[in-house]
Nanobody
Framework: VQLVESGGGSVQPGGSLRLSCEAS????????MTWARQVAGKGLESVCH???????FYISSVKGRFIISRDNANKMVYLHMTSLQPEDTAVYYC????????????????WGQGTQVTVSS
């Protein structure tokens, strides 16, 4: 399994970013995919996931601001983030499988390396 995130960066409050994750090494279309994040000094938490039928789940703090999508043909999963706030500052990870919760353990076998998102004025 290989997951490579890209698209992180710095943005002002109220701004937008789109994260991308390129997947390989498994049958992507059969698997749910999750975006998780880690705020500095805090535990890992799931943000949202998308199932293989394209149904989605979001945590309440990002609902209406973030959209997760997938492209099975190209084995990509995306996270379009809008109305970003300083509390969204974190390292964002792409994860194989559907994960919900906080204080997660990062399994290198199914998590990417992460991409930093910084929201600051």
């Amino acid at each position: 399994v290989q997951l490579v995130e890209s698209g992180g960066g710095s943005v002002q409050p109220g701004g937008s970013l789109r994260l991308s994750c390129e997947a390989s090494g498994f049958t992507f279309s059969n698997v749910a995919m999750t975006w998780a994040r880690q705020v500095a000094g805090k535990g890992l938490e799931s943000v949202c996931h998308i199932n293989n039928d394209h149904s989605t789940f979001y945590i309440s703090s990002v609902k209406g601001r973030f959209i997760i999508s997938r492209d099975n043909a190209n084995k990509m999963v995306y996270l379009h983030m809008t109305s970003l706030q300083p509390e969204d500052t974190a390292v964002y990870y792409c994860v194989k499988g559907a994960i919900i919760g906080s204080n997660l353990d990062r399994d290198p076998a199914s998590w990417g390396q992460g991409t930093q998102v910084t929201v600051s004025s």
